[in-house]
């Protein structure tokens, strides 16, 4: 049983160009989550999705930043006009129910570098 | 809002020497209490976590966390710990009913021999 995939890995964008990260849940979760890691901090939530609705973007940035949850196929984490400042780690975590008893499994992170 | 304290951002020990890593957090709800271990360029992995019952929790590799509600408190901590063990380690609660993950800063563990 395949864990929560990421990718790319590594990513690295000039300024102003577009990013697309990807994640694929684990079968059979449908509860997905983005959290961003700056150097030297812990995990930031950003949002929490389950298929076609975002429940919870407190934690996303007002502008420039999306994400989705389609019904078929990963879930995307989509920055246009990349800038320094978004420099970081990505990591998107599942869960089957959602409730919080069963822990979040984590994918191994994409890591965004911009120019 | 939720919030969570790891008071010490690196911690280095020498190989076979007990360490504890501090947590605490915020909250007048019940919540859920989770340790992760995070090793270079990986995610994360979970430790242990405190859902309800026993405050003494028992993890892989060897860790276990003890609840103090009246602490608010979640340390984590190993009797005797290996080169391996040399990671960063995140503390992080939720509200009970929710998957949603509030974390702290992190403490990197570094084990020397």
């Known amino acids: 049983n395949a864990g929560v995939m990421q990718n790319p890995r590594h990513l690295v964008r000039r300024r102003g160009q577009e990013a697309r990260l990807r994640c694929s849940p684990m079968?059979?979760?449908?509860?997905v989550y983005w959290y961003r890691q700056l150097p030297e901090e812990g995990l930031k939530f950003m949002v929490y999705?389950?298929?076609?609705?975002?429940?919870?973007e407190s934690g996303m940035p007002k502008e420039r930043f999306s994400a989705e949850f389609p019904k078929e196929g990963p879930s995307i984490l989509r920055i246009q006009q990349v800038v320094r400042g978004d420099s970081a780690a990505y990591f998107c975590?599942?869960?089957?129910?959602?409730?919080?008893?069963?822990?979040?499994?984590f994918g191994n992170g994409t890591r965004l570098t911009v120019t | 809002a939720q919030s969570v304290t790891q008071l010490d951002s690196q911690v280095p020990v020498f190989e076979e020497a007990p360490v504890e890593l501090r947590c605490n957090y915020s909250?007048?709800?019940?919540?859920?209490l989770f340790w992760y271990v995070q090793y270079p360029n990986q995610g994360l992995q979970l430790l242990l976590k405190?859902?309800?019952?026993?405050?003494l929790v028992k993890g892989i590799n060897g860790f276990e966390a003890e609840f103090n509600k009246s602490q608010t408190s979640f340390h984590l901590r190993k009797p005797s710990v290996h080169i391996s063990d040399t990671a960063e380690y995140f503390c992080?609660?939720?509200?009970?009913?929710?998957?949603?993950?509030?974390f702290g800063t992190g403490t990197r563990l570094q084990v020397f021999p």
């Open positions: 992080a609660v939720s509200d009970q009913g929710t998957d949603k993950l509030i």
């Open positions: 079968k059979g979760h449908s509860h």
């Open positions: 909250s007048s709800v019940s919540v859920y």
């Open positions: 975590a599942s869960s089957q129910q959602g409730t919080g008893a069963e822990p979040l499994h």
């Open positions: 405190y859902l309800s019952g026993s405050t």
């Open positions: 999705l389950q298929k076609e609705n975002i429940i919870d």
